[in-house]
């Protein structure tokens, strides 16, 4: 994984005593990098500890093409051995170098050696710096053919040349001297040298640094030819003339370093801001995505927007086989699929711009979770080249593990989902096991035991207790029909088969036919019914609704004292009716009002003929399938009213005068 560290100064080191035989090597943009990386991956081998391999991106400067090239391939290389990539950003690499060996607690350092004794003369080389700085970390220097990362780059070091912005150099210098010249002529050498510099300035900003050094020794160059006398010659009659030539190469080189420098740090905060504002925008969305299918979609987006590349994930399946997730049409074919299993297999990257696979056209690398690995993502650019850009790589193993960490949550959200399924299930099963083994067996056993005292006593039995049996036995199978009726219709409300065929029925209606099925069972209680005399038809399905009354009915006349009244009232509001079934009994607590809802909950299960504590979530199922709701109040007084509201959505294909509606 390449990560990209910012720096800080070198007094902050970490506490902590370095691990020995942990290894760091510093790899430079140099071909001779490779050689130092594997030298370094044998020294941590025979040693068996870990390695990582730093590079220092100085903010001062930049690297030519083939440079970036060289250093994405030694960074690419370090990672394909086993080892870690880091790049850090600073403008001393010997500071970065040491600050992270002692945060990370590195006990060597290896470094490559100066490819020429003469340089070591003329500047300060990293070696130099670490062997001077360094107390308890050991310096390992491995002689690699180039000066690697042993040598800090130049101040002055430059971009590949680039021949026509030395040639508008030299250009803006002889306008800038035309000018000069024409303006101010050789009286006044002070608005000459300022203009010289504005140009060596805005060279800078536009060319590059190449071209802003060139500016300024033409600069110093023309002054002095042109405006110094004796004119037309580069002699200097006045000695003092030399301080002036020098003071303003000096300053020249100094505003051609500033301004490069802010030029490379603009352009490293624009890197960072795009890489940052992609990152946030990908993980938000994530963040409020739950399905897996969802986030793949939404990462596949934002990988084709920032490297204009198709994209194919692997996710493992039944026996840990993968299987394609998503991918782009017609971007990838079967081979890819091997590369997949490799890089899961091997937990490498693989394909394109790597050793493995070098020929294939996409770029695999694994997605890893907190825990585990999750998947595999394929990339493959619209450049073939955009992965040797150690900022794209940068920017696509951030990406990729901010998709691997959403994936391990939606895989864990869905376990979630299936062993909460499997813990309702066997909740269900448990209380489909109670209610047979209590409430069915008491009607089975009641209605064998008439049957079996008819058949055997039939001569024996007076009419009288005959007739009782058969009405014990009657009333028996009627409730067990009951109980039966109710677990199917749960089944079906919980497997969201429920689906009402809504037509227009006046409520009084459906009420009336309740009331004619349970009216055996209601003679001994006094029933209120309630109904405004314009009461408006109502889109619902007949059946289902008089089920919801039925239930509600039974349950009044369960739970409240023998012979009170029972109240059935509704009216219009707005666009919705409301139905009320109230009674005088003990009332519902508060704290129960919405658990009484919930399947098998009841509330006083040491009732008799208290049944499965299934016909309140019936109820709250069938509402709900109609697009109202149902809950329970206290009545003023005592008692409980349970209340539900179906809607009527648009006027009912009858014609007549407005129903009253409470407001």
Known sequence: ML????????GDAAPEAPIEGKLLVCVGAERGSA??????????????????AVHVELSTVGLPEDAQEDLSSALRLAEQLGGNAVVLSGRSPAVEILRYAREGNFGRIVVGAPRSRLLRLFRLTVLDALLTEC?????CVVACGSESASRAPMRWASRAPRWLGFIAAALAVAVATMFADLIFGRSQLSDVVMVYLLVIVMVSMRLGYGPSILAAVLSVAALDFTFVPPYLSFAVADRRRVVTFAVMFAVA???SSLTQLVRNQGSAARQRERRTALLYAMSRELAGTLGIDTMLVIASRHLHDAFDAGVVVFLPRSSDRLEVAI???????????AIADWVWGHERSAGLGTESFPSATTFFLLLRGSRDKVGILGVRPGHERRFADPEQRLLLDALAAQIGSALERGQLAEAAQRAQVEIETERLRSSLLSSISHDLRTPLGVITGATSTLLQDEEVLIPEARLELLESAHEEAERLNRLVGNLLDMTRVASGMLSPKKEWHPLDE???VALNRLESRLADRDIQVTLPPLLPPVPLDAILVEQVLINLLENALKYTPF??????????????VEIAISDRGPGVPAVYADKIFEKFYRLKPDISDGGTGLGLAICRGVVEAHGGRIWVQTRIG???SFRFRLPIGESPPLVGEPWPRAS
Request: proline residues 2%; without cysteine; glycine residues 10%.
């Open 35 to 52: 050689r130092l990386i594997r030298a370094a991956e044998r020294m941590a081998t025979a040693s068996r500890s870990d390695w990582t």
């Open 253 to 255: 080189l100094v505003i």
């Open 638 to 640: 005592g008692g409980a």
């Open 135 to 139: 107390d308890t970390i050991d310096v």
């Open 327 to 337: 991918r782009s049409e017609g971007t990838f074919d079967a081979k890819e699929h």
């Open 3 to 10: 990560h990209n560290v910012a720096g800080s100064a070198m």
């Open 510 to 512: 459906v009420i009336g």
């Open 563 to 576: 012979g009170t009244p029972i109240e059935i009232s509704a009216i219009a509001k707005g666009d919705t």
